[in-house]
C-alpha cells in the first residue's frame, strides 16, 4: 500500500491546531537522534536549544532583540505573499533603511534632542518604500518579475552599503577600516529593560503585528490584499485595481523592512558596518510562511526562529557542536512544521490503486 | 538600610563564589568563518587545541559568528559563562568586544587585528606583510607570463600593507612583472574567489596569490596548471603541484602564553604585532616546482627579516604618483604601516573607495 495525498473538501480544523503539536514532537525525535549521533546527550542538547537562553533576563531580552527584524518584516511579508506579491527583496530594503537611518544617525552627531530619533526611524521607513518602489514600479508599469527586481536590488543595496562605509561614512579616525563612527548616545534606541539590549523597537515590532492583524480580519484593504492572491480574477471583476495592491504591499513591505534595518543600526549596532543584517530579509520569508501568512502567526515563528539562532551558540559554546549540526537542526524543524501544514488541507490515504499502478 | 547592606553582602559574597570558582581557568573563541574554511579560522581552531593539550584548560568556541548585532550576544555568553580569557578573532568584533568587556572587568579580552584597547582588552595581529616579501620574491622570479594576479578581500590597511610588500618585492627581482588585483569583498566565499582564480588565469596571469581564506583558488590553479601561493594555512593537500609556498599564521604560541599570564594572573592590556621573529609568521616548505635559486632568494629574503637587515617597506618606496614616500635608508614606521591606504608604485587600478 502506498501512502497518497487527497485533497480535503475542506480545511480540516483539528489539524489546524494539531499539526504544530506534531511537528513539534517529530523535530524533538529527530533532535535527538542528531544529538544521539553527535555523541552529546540528548537532554542536554535540547535544554541547550530551547531552555538555556531563556534561563536569564538578559537572554529573554536577547530573544527579543533577535526577533524584532524577522517579526517586522515576517509581518510585512505575509501582506504582500497574500496578495500574490513576491517581494524577496526585503534584504535590500532593510539594508537601505539602515544605511539612509544611519546616515541620519551621523549627521545628527554629537548632537541632542528628542528629534533624532523619530528622524532616523522616519528615514529608514522613508527609504525603503522609495527603493520598493522601483520594483512596484517596473512591475507596474512593465510587467517586470518582482521576484527578479527585488532579489537584484538586494544585491545593489549591500553593495551600495559597502560603497559608503568604505567612502563618505567612513569614520574619520578609523584607520581606513570600513566602518562608521559609532553613533552618539542620542541617536541610540532607549533601552526598555536596564542591563539588557531590549530597546523599543521590540514595541514597534508588536505594534506593527497588531495593526496587520487589525488592518487583515477588519478593513477593505485587507479584504482586497486577501482578494487579489486567492482569486484574482474575480477581485479585478468587483473593481480593485491590481496596479494598486502591488503598490500599497510593496510599499507596506519596503517601508517596515526599511524601519528594521533603521531599527538595527540605531539599536543594537549602534554604527554603519558593511553588513548589517545576516539575512534577516531572506529569513523572513520563512517566517511569513512557518507563521502561514498571518500577523500573529509571524510573530510566533519569528520568536521562535529567533529562539533557535540564540540556542544555536548555546549549543555551540555548551556543548562544543559545530555550526553545522546547529543549522541541520534549525532546518529540520522548520521542514517538520512546513510539512505538517500540509496535513491542513491534504489528508493521506493508503490506496488500493498505487497497488495496482505498481504491480502492472 | 539594612536590606541595602544585606543585598550587597550577598553581591559580595556571589562575586567572591564567583571569583573562586573561576580558579578554573575557561578560554572562549569568538570564530568569523567555519572552521572547515582550513585557512583563517581554521588556523585559530588550532590555537585552540594547542591551548587544550598543553596547558589542560577547558575552551570553547562559537564559529560563523555574523560581524554584526549578533556578535555582542555571542561575545556576552561566553563572558557570563564563566569564561575568563576570550579571543575574538576578526576586525569585525572589535566593538561588540570593547562594550562587553566594559561590563566584565574581570573577564580579560583579546581581539586580533583592531586598535582599540582597555585595561581588560589588549590587541594582537601577526605581520602577514613580512610574508609577502618572500612570496613576491618567488613570484617575480617564477613568473613567465610577467603577470601575477592578487585576490583580495576588503581595501582595510592589512590588504593594502599585503598588496604593497608582495608588489615592492616583485619588482625588485623582476621589473616587468605586473600584478592584477581583483577584489571580492569577502573573506569566505570559496564560490566568488575560485571565480576570480579563474578571471585572472584567463587575463594571463600565470602565478595567484590571494588574500582570502579559503582554497578554492589554490584548487583553481592546480585543475588549471598555474602556480599559487597557500594563505593563511599551509594548503599543499588542496593544491600539490601548485602551492610554492604558503603564509602560515601561527597563533599557538600566543595563545598558550597569554592563556598562562592569565592563570598567573600576570596578563597585562598590551598590543602585540608579531611577525617572523616571533613564530607568528612561518612560512610552509617550498613546493617542488621552486628552483633551488629562487628558493635561496626567498630565503636570503627571510633571513634578512629574521636579522634586522632587511624591512618590506625600507626605502626608497615611491607611491603611484610617483613620488617619493620613504626616503633610501629609512623604514615606514609601525604607526604609518597600521593605517596605509595608498599604493606604491607598480600596482595597477585605484583602492576602491
Known amino acids: 500500500m502506498l501512502p497518497s495525498l487527497v485533497k480535503r473538501q475542506q480545511p480540516s480544523t483539528l489539524m489546524v491546531y494539531l499539526s504544530p503539536v506534531i511537528a513539534l514532537i517529530l523535530s524533538m525525535v529527530a533532535g535527538v537522534i542528531l544529538f544521539l549521533i553527535m555523541k552529546v546527550s540528548p537532554f542536554g542538547g535540547l535544554h541547550a536549544f530551547f531552555i538555556e537562553p531563556l534561563s536569564t533576563k538578559y537572554g529573554i531580552a536577547e530573544l527579543g532583540v533577535k526577533a524584532t527584524p524577522l517579526v517586522l518584516i515576517g509581518v510585512a511579508l505575509s501582506l504582500g505573499f497574500k496578495a500574490g506579491v ?40 522613508v527609504s525603503g518604500m522609495a527603493y520598493a518602489s522601483i520594483v512596484a514600479f517596473l512591475r507596474v508599469k512593465f510587467n517586470a518579475n518582482e521576484i527578479l527586481t527585488s532579489l537584484m536590488l538586494s544585491y545593489v543595496a549591500v553593495l551600495f552599503l559597502n560603497l559608503m562605509v568604505h567612502g563618505p561614512l567612513k569614520d574619520p579616525d578609523g584607520f581606513n577600516f570600513p566602518e562608521s563612527r559609532m553613533f552618539s548616545d542620542s541617536a541610540l534606541l532607549p533601552i526598555l529593560l536596564e542591563g539588557t539590549r531590549l530597546h523599543i523597537g521590540a514595541l514597534l515590532a508588536l505594534t506593527v503585528v497588531a495593526i496587520g492583524w487589525i488592518v487583515m480580519s477588519k478593513t477593505l484593504l485587507g479584504y482586497q490584499i486577501k482578494a487579489a492572491g486567492s482569486a484574482p480574477a474575480a477581485s479585478e471583476h468587483a473593481g480593485f485595481r491590481r496596479s494598486k495592491v502591488i503598490w500599497i504591499t510593496l510599499l507596506i513591505g519596503g517601508g517596515i523592512a526599511g524601519l528594521a534595518g533603521a531599527i538595527e543600526v540605531s539599536g543594537p549596532i549602534g554604527q554603519l558596518q558593511p553588513s548589517i543584517s545576516p539575512g534577516y530579509g531572506f529569513t523572513a520569508i520563512i517566517v511569513a510562511y512557518v507563521g502561514r501568512l498571518h500577523p500573529v502567526g509571524a510573530m510566533l515563528a519569528g520568536i521562535l526562529l529567533a529562539l533557535t539562532y540564540l540556542g544555536g551558540e548555546t549549543a555551540q559554546i555548551q556543548l562544543n557542536l559545530p555550526v553545522a549540526v546547529t543549522g541541520v537542526f534549525q532546518a529540520l524543524l522548520l521542514f517538520f512544521l512546513l510539512a505538517c501544514d500540509v496535513l491542513i488541507h491534504y489528508r493521506i490515504q493508503f490506496t488500493e490503486q498505487a497497488v495496482r499502478v505498481e504491480n502492472t | 538600610m539594612f536590606k541595602k547592606t544585606l543585598i550587597s553582602l550577598i553581591l559580595a559574597a556571589g562575586l567572591a563564589f564567583g571569583a573562586s570558582a573561576s580558579a578554573e581557568t575557561k578560554v572562549g573563541f569568538v570564530y568569523v568563518g567555519p572552521i572547515g574554511d582550513h585557512g583563517w579560522s581554521y588556523q585559530h581552531d588550532q590555537g585552540r587545541l594547542a591551548v587544550e593539550k598543553e596547558l589542560g584548560v577547558k575552551t570553547s568556541y562559537v564559529e560563523n559568528v555574523p560581524e554584526g548585532a549578533d556578535a555582542e550576544r555571542v561575545i556576552r555568553q561566553l563572558a557570563s559563562s564563566g569564561h575568563n580569557l576570550i579571543f575574538t578573532t576578526s576586525f569585525g568584533f572589535m566593538n561588540p568586544t570593547v562594550k562587553v568587556a566594559k561590563q566584565f572587568p574581570n573577564v580579560k579580552f583579546e581581539h586580533a587585528t583592531g586598535y582599540k584597547r582597555a585595561d581588560n582588552v589588549a590587541t594582537y595581529a601577526a605581520r602577514f606583510y613580512e610574508g609577502r616579501a618572500i612570496i613576491g620574491t618567488i613570484a617575480g622570479k617564477m613568473t613567465k607570463t610577467n603577470v601575477v594576479g592578487y585576490i583580495a578581500s576588503f581595501p582595510i590597511p592589512e590588504v593594502i600593507r599585503g598588496i604593497n610588500s608582495f608588489t615592492l618585492a616583485m619588482k625588485k627581482v623582476n621589473p616587468e612583472a605586473k600584478i592584477k588585483v581583483v577584489w571580492v569583498n569577502t573573506w569566505f566565499d570559496p564560490g566568488k574567489e575560485s571565480d576570480a582564480a579563474k578571471a585572472l588565469i584567463d587575463q594571463g596571469c600565470d602565478i595567484l596569490t590571494q588574500h582570502t581564506d579559503s582554497p578554492a583558488p589554490l584548487q583553481v590553479a592546480e585543475s588549471r596548471g598555474v602556480y599559487a601561493f597557500g594563505q593563511a594555512s599551509d594548503m599543499k593537500a588542496f593544491a600539490p603541484n601548485a602551492q610554492l609556498t604558503s603564509i602560515v599564521d601561527n597563533w599557538n604560541d600566543y595563545y598558550v602564553a597569554q592563556t598562562k599570564a592569565v592563570m598567573d594572573g600576570t596578563w597585562k592590556s598590551m598590543d602585540t604585532w608579531g611577525g617572523l621573529k616571533d613564530k607568528m609568521v612561518e612560512m610552509a616548505p617550498y613546493g617542488d616546482a621552486v628552483p633551488a635559486d629562487v628558493r635561496a632568494m626567498a630565503d636570503a629574503v627571510k633571513n634578512g627579516i629574521l636579522d634586522g637587515s632587511f624591512h618590506p617597506f625600507q626605502g626608497p618606496i615611491k607611491n603611484q604618483q610617483g613620488e617619493l614616500v620613504v626616503k633610501e635608508g629609512e623604514v615606514l614606521s609601525d604607526k604609518e604601516l597600521v593605517g596605509m591606504n595608498w599604493y606604491v608604485e607598480g600596482v595597477e587600478g585605484s583602492i576602491p573607495k
Open chain 1, 86 to 125: 513576491w517581494n524577496i527583496g526585503a534584504e535590500g530594503q532593510l539594508t537601505i533603511g539602515g544605511l539612509c537611518g544611519g546616515a541620519m544617525a551621523l549627521y545628527f552627531y554629537e548632537q541632542q534632542g528628542f528629534h533624532i530619533i523619530p528622524l532616523i526611524l522616519a528615514t529608514g521607513i
